[in-house]
């Protein structure tokens, strides 16, 4: 079974740029899309970004494309969200997440696997 653990979050300024780091183990993780969501207080949890179990297909939401990207090493079983041009409503818990297929793409129910999350605020 998947293990992710997140990490990487902080506090920032808006403007600033941060590195999301999903270590995943005890899986084929090779095999695996990944994903990250975030949730806010008081709301749902939102997807951010897809990639394929290869890197070669990624996905974004609307509200951070262009600014975020996310990327994969299979050799080190770590995922990857960089994080650009931040904006105080990009604060929540940013949360690692595997799907059961190659490519989960933005579907929440399509991850069978979380991590416990990191925080990322971005306030002046």
């Known amino acids: 079974q998947l293990q992710l653990v997140e990490s990487g979050g902080g506090l920032v300024q808006p403007g600033d740029s941060l590195r999301l780091s999903c270590a995943a183990s005890r899986g084929p993780f090779g095999r695996y899309g990944m994903g990250w969501f975030r949730q806010a207080p008081g709301k749902e949890r939102d997807f951010v970004a897809a990639?394929?179990?290869?890197?070669?297909?990624?996905s974004y939401a609307n509200s951070v494309k262009g600014r975020f990207t996310v990327s994969r090493d299979n050799v080190k079983t770590m995922v990857f969200l960089q994080m650009n041009s931040l904006k105080p409503e990009d604060t929540a818990v940013y949360y690692c997440?595997?799907?059961?297929?190659?490519?989960?793409?933005?579907?929440?129910?399509?991850?069978?696997?979380w991590g416990q999350g990191t925080q990322v605020t971005v306030s002046s």
């Open positions: 997440a595997g799907a059961r297929s190659s490519y989960g793409g933005s579907g929440i129910d399509n991850y069978d696997y």
């Open positions: 990639i394929s179990w290869s890197g070669g297909a990624t």
